[in-house]
Nanobody, 124 residues
Framework: QVRLVESGGGLVQAGGSLRLSCAAS????????MGWFRQSPGKEREFIAA????????HYGDFEKSRFTISRHSTEDTGYLQMNGLRPDGTAVYSC?????????????????WGQGTQVTVSS
């Protein structure tokens, strides 16, 4: 079993930046790929980006390609989401999720394990 713990959320002004981290423990050697999602109040969970643990290939959701960057440090078992130019509509709970396979995925039901999420609040 793989456990994921997010960190790095908080309050930021519009236009600011945050770097979220997702630390894996347990059977972290089983991570094939990792994704980041966010969920705003009253909305469905939304795909942001995914990264393959071996090789580092990435895939982004249509709306955040230019401002968000996903990466991973495979030897440290940690994934990252760098977010620049944050806007108030970016206020949400941000969660990382993992898959045993390295195939990148965009749907929540394709992921095998999830972190608890970290709150990001963007003030105007």
């Amino acid at each position: 079993q793989v456990r994921l713990v997010e960190s790095g959320g908080g309050l930021v002004q519009a236009g600011g930046s945050l770097r979220l981290s997702c630390a894996a423990s347990g059977r972290s050697y089983m991570i094939g790929s990792m994704g980041w999602f966010r969920q705003s109040p009253g909305k469905e969970r939304e795909f942001i980006a995914a990264v393959a643990w071996s090789g580092g290939s990435t895939h982004y959701g249509d709306f955040e390609k230019s401002r968000f960057t996903i990466s991973r440090h495979s030897t440290e078992d940690t994934g990252y989401l760098q977010m620049n130019g944050l806007r108030p509509d970016g206020t949400a709970v941000y969660s990382c999720a993992g898959r045993y396979t390295s195939t990148l995925a965009m749907r929540t039901d394709e992921y095998d394990y999830w972190g608890q999420g970290t709150q990001v609040t963007v003030s105007s």
